[in-house]
């Protein structure tokens, strides 16, 4: 908000601007753009710099163990819970909401915990989501959850591993491909292809038996005009080892906007 539209020669105006502290914690640094007619500065640019202290601070804010290898675990990540001091607070929980994920406490203080978060030994292939919940006594944050990711891969490597479609006009139908590449020195197979619609269809392209696939997927989206697209695909691997992968798929059906002829 600015104190007035137009400033004479000479004169000062002021901008007033709101930061809203929710979700945020620690070192914060904003900034806004401000448009005049001044042909020599036509934009202002003004950054804000401040600290939100928190009753309850948990780094990092979200934990991505990206691909790791099924027989090869990633080192484990650490977890910080600092408390605000003198406000009687205690952390009463931390837990995870999937057993992939093993969470053991390293130091504990008054107002300070940390935690290693690692994979556990046996993990499926394909995505892995969830996340870690932290529960403490303040009124004000007294639950806060650490999403997490991994994708985990087995003998089979995918490419991509989120399939997206993009925009789907109306009445086409839009193709997309995955690779199957194999890790190892054992061969394997694409022996199923199921979809959670049945405007989801795939083509199984084989490039070299036994080692590397190609999955020709296709999107008809029948009478619909708009609308997002938010289906999945489950693939079949079979040989010495079988194994269940899977692969969102995601897309925005759209019509084209009408191009004016000139």
């Keep these: 908000m600015v104190s007035a539209k137009e400033i004479p020669p000479g004169g000062v105006g002021e901008v007033k601007a709101t930061f809203r502290s929710k979700g945020y914690h620690g070192k914060v640094r904003k900034a806004l753009t401000v448009e005049t007619n001044d042909p020599d500065n036509p934009r202002v640019r003004l950054s804000l710099y401040g600290e939100?202290?928190?009753?309850v601070m948990v780094t990092p804010r979200y934990i991505n163990f990206r691909n790791v290898n099924r027989d090869k675990r990633p080192k484990p990540i650490k977890l910080e819970i600092k408390l605000r001091e003198g406000k009687?607070?205690?952390?009463?929980?931390v837990s995870a909401d999937n057993p992939a994920i093993v969470l053991k406490e390293e130091k504990r203080s008054e107002n300070k915990a940390v935690y290693s978060v690692s994979l556990a030994e046996k993990l499926p292939t394909g995505r892995l989501t969830g996340s870690i919940l932290v529960k403490t006594n303040s009124k004000k944050a007294p639950k806060t959850k650490v999403p997490f990711y991994a994708f985990v891969e087995g003998r089979v490597k995918l490419s991509p591993q989120l399939l997206s479609f993009g925009v789907i006009r109306p009445g086409e139908t839009a193709t997309r491909e995955i690779t199957l590449r194999g890790t190892g020195d054992n061969?394997?197979?694409?022996?199923r292809v199921q979809a959670t619609t049945d405007a989801l269809t795939s083509e199984i392209l084989p490039v070299e038996k036994g080692k590397v696939y190609r999955l020709r997927v296709s999107y008809d989206p029948g009478d619909r005009t708009s609308g997002r697209v938010s289906e999945r695909l489950t693939i079949s691997v079979g040989g010495e080892e079988k194994e269940v992968l899977e692969v969102p798929v995601y897309g925005t059906?759209?019509?084209?906007?009408k191009?004016?002829?000139p």
């Design 187 to 191: 061969p394997f197979t694409v022996d």
């Design 253 to 257: 059906i759209h019509v084209a906007p």
């Design 88 to 93: 009687g607070l205690k952390i009463l929980k």
């Design 52 to 55: 939100v202290i928190a009753e």
């Design 259 to 261: 191009v004016k002829k």
